[in-house]
């Protein structure tokens, strides 16, 4: 299969015919996963901490050290969300927090231990690029330092959170202290490199041009064909309520459920190398996230126990497994529950 170039992705994006494009990448998915399963996994979303300095003008979840509503979970309150998500068949958690200013690397293995112990069948996937990049600098170590140490204390993998667009002209209008497109690549390589497996995101719908949006695809399909190394490819939309780069910038306009499809059916037949892309339901609602099964995706990734970030700016859909297994269902589908690293743990015929 020839593989697809950038110009081809821009003149997807900007002049397909919707219809034949989600055709192409439903046929393309199923090209991959011909067994006909849409997956999803059971897990929460633990943010330990909403503190960080980073001051990212698109996020309305952060808060600074001092202000009131600043908080660092304890290990009883991790401990009382982990048996919530045990109780409910839970297999995963994801883990993340704003960047704290003051915490090193000794902070974070002996938190990853303490939930490890305690939890040994639950799967650490936690830590974001910008979190490993901070812990390495104020711990004075390598990624790969803090990578290796982590892996050691029952860290299974990252997230691919905080890459936004991969391009330096956007990081610098909306997050301009945030990690730089390399950094955020340099990490993920460190962590495939260890035998970390990792996933790859974009978040779009701010000032990035058409342009950007394939520049960021290219990089992660590079990474990718050199360590094999991303699970997954997620993509959403920025969430605009309560932040600050709403305010600086009005003209940002909410992003068409549309736009969505069509970018999500651009990537599934662009990312040739990722073999599992996700609707993300959180942000555009379940009937969208559904008709993204129809538009390449092959997983609803997760039924998000508990979600604060996103709903921090205004995003508030909810769904149980019984409401994914039936949207999965009602296109024809199988639904099966996965783990983390994708193996299927139960069907729902
Ligand atoms: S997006 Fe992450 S790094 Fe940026 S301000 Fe929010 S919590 Fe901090």
Redesign the pocket.
Known sequence: MKRMSNQEALELIQKADFNALGKRAWERKMELHPENMTTFVVDRNINYT?V?W???S??A??RHHKEDEAYVLSYEEIGKKIEELLAIGGTQILFQ???HPKLKIEWYEDLVAWISTHYPTITIHGFSA?EIDYIAKISKISYHEVLTRLQKKGLYSIPG??AEILSERVRQLI?PK?LDSQSWLNVHKAAHEIGMKTTATMMFGTLESDEEIVEHWEKIRTLQDETGGFRAFIMWSFQSDFTQLKKEHPEIKKQSSNRYLRLLAVSRLYLDNFKNIQSSWVTQGSYIGQLALMFGANDLGSTMMEEN?VKAAGAKNRMNQAEMVKLIKDIGSIPAKRDTSYTILETFL
Do not use: E, L, R, S
């Open positions: 909403n960080c980073v001051d990212c698109f996020c979840f952060y927090g704003g960047v910008i959170a905080g997050a945030k970030v």
